[in-house]
């Protein structure tokens, strides 16, 4: 059973907006930093947002600042991606994932994938 399901993804025209979200059923969220990566095609994944453990603040990627926003739910236990002036470079599998609190919000330390939902900018 996966850990954490991402869900929203689908396609949108160059300048629009799409929010994702993901939901976690095992465990609580709020207990590991929580980030959002993606993979365009033909690319390696990258890391493009993350909310560190117990932080109050986020990290972006200098490609998404200022145009994507990161949050968290405590009661529905999900996490978002909230995303605004999409341009068509930014297609691409969008994963959530979860990093332990010792740990920076890297690929490398994550430690539940979702298996990922597809983003799609075109007009």
């Given at each position: 059973?996966?850990?954490?399901?991402?869900?929203?993804?689908?396609?949108?025209?160059?300048?629009?907006?799409?929010?994702?979200?993901?939901?976690?059923?095992?465990?609580?969220?709020?207990?590991?930093?929580?980030?959002?990566?993606?993979?365009?095609?033909?690319?390696?994944?990258?890391?493009?947002?993350?909310?560190?453990?117990?932080?109050?603040?986020?990290?972006?990627?200098?490609?998404?600042?200022?145009?994507?926003t990161i949050s968290r739910n405590k009661?529905?236990?999900?996490?978002?991606?909230?995303?605004?002036?999409?341009?068509?470079?930014?297609?691409?599998?969008?994963?959530?994932?979860?990093?332990?609190?010792?740990?920076?919000?890297?690929?490398?330390?994550?430690i539940y994938w979702g298996r990922g939902?597809k983003v799609t900018v075109s007009s």
């Amino acid at each position: 059973q996966l850990q954490v399901v991402e869900s929203g993804g689908g396609l949108v025209q160059p300048g629009g907006s799409l929010r994702l979200s993901c939901a976690a059923s095992t465990f609580a969220l709020e207990d590991y930093a929580v980030g959002w990566f993606r993979q365009a095609p033909g690319k390696q994944r990258e890391e493009i947002a993350c909310i560190p453990y117990g932080g109050t603040y986020q990290n972006y990627a200098d490609s998404v600042k200022g145009r994507f926003t990161i949050s968290r739910n405590k009661t529905k236990n999900t996490m978002s991606l909230q995303m605004k002036s999409l341009r068509a470079e930014d297609t691409s599998v969008l994963y959530c994932g979860t990093v332990g609190r010792s740990a920076a919000c890297v690929i490398a330390s994550v430690i539940y994938w979702g298996r990922g939902t597809k983003v799609t900018v075109s007009s």
